[in-house]
């Protein structure tokens, strides 16, 4: 499998290690009243799509960046890469 | 008191071969220091390397040589190398010196063995284990990546040259793997 980097451009996926969900950049408020609630979602409950889905890999033999990856599970066809960051801040985070 | 005398060696140090078109070294007193850009920071942090090497930072995937012959590697949005030749064990001083606090600088020298192919069939060799499409490299283009799974930093220095940094802990299996390759093609 080939990852189109953003800024490296193709690289083998052997280089990236996959994390999972990119549901995982949204850590909940801990100090909201259902915080617990919340975080039992955050840290078990998964959608399993069949179709469309967005993954976080890391490029450690490369860059050492976060990405997040907008795959197809169905067709394994990837449709989108952006960096981690830009996602985290288009959402409002400061850094 | 026992009297202790350390001399310092480079992991690969005195390899010098030629396999049939290739030639295989590790280059001398190699300095490395690692510059990151400061979050906020990050144009100051460029203006200070212009100033200090009188190049420009080079854009991710490429290097740039000052005239007295440190090379900066753009590693990632935020990360570059400063490769320079340097026997005395300072290299982050005098590298944090001429960024005047503009950037964060860490010693690199101790953690990074570096090796130099020349030749021909250097390509041959090393298209084999690295996951990269050589062939589109032009002559200063660096990247990161991995050749039979260590870490390794590639670099094209000349059109049959290439500099190859990969940790100095598994020194010994990276030569191998080079070693290995540049066999199965000589």
Known sequence: ?95 | MPEFTLTSAPPLAGINKAYGDMHLSAPHDVAIVSISLPLGGEDAALSAVKSAYGVAMPAVGKTATSKSGETLMRLSTDLAFVVFTRATPDAEPVVAGKMKGKAYTTDQTDVWCALQLEGPGAMRALERICPLDLMGFAIGDVARTAMEHLGTIIMRTDTNGWRLLSASSSAGSFLHAVETSIKNVS
């Open chain 1, 1 to 95: 499998m080939i990852i189109n980097h953003p800024i490296l451009g193709p690289r083998d996926a052997a280089e990236f290690v996959c994390l999972g969900d990119a549901c995982m950049m949204d850590r909940p408020d801990w100090q909201a009243d259902d915080a617990l609630d919340q975080f039992v979602e955050y840290g078990y409950l998964r959608d399993n799509p069949a179709g469309e889905h967005q993954e976080l890999w890391y490029h450690e033999q490369g860059d050492r960046s976060w990405l997040v990856l907008t795959r197809n599970t169905l067709t394994h066809e990837i449709s989108k890469v952006e960096l981690a960051r830009d996602v985290a801040r288009a959402r409002g985070r400061d850094k």
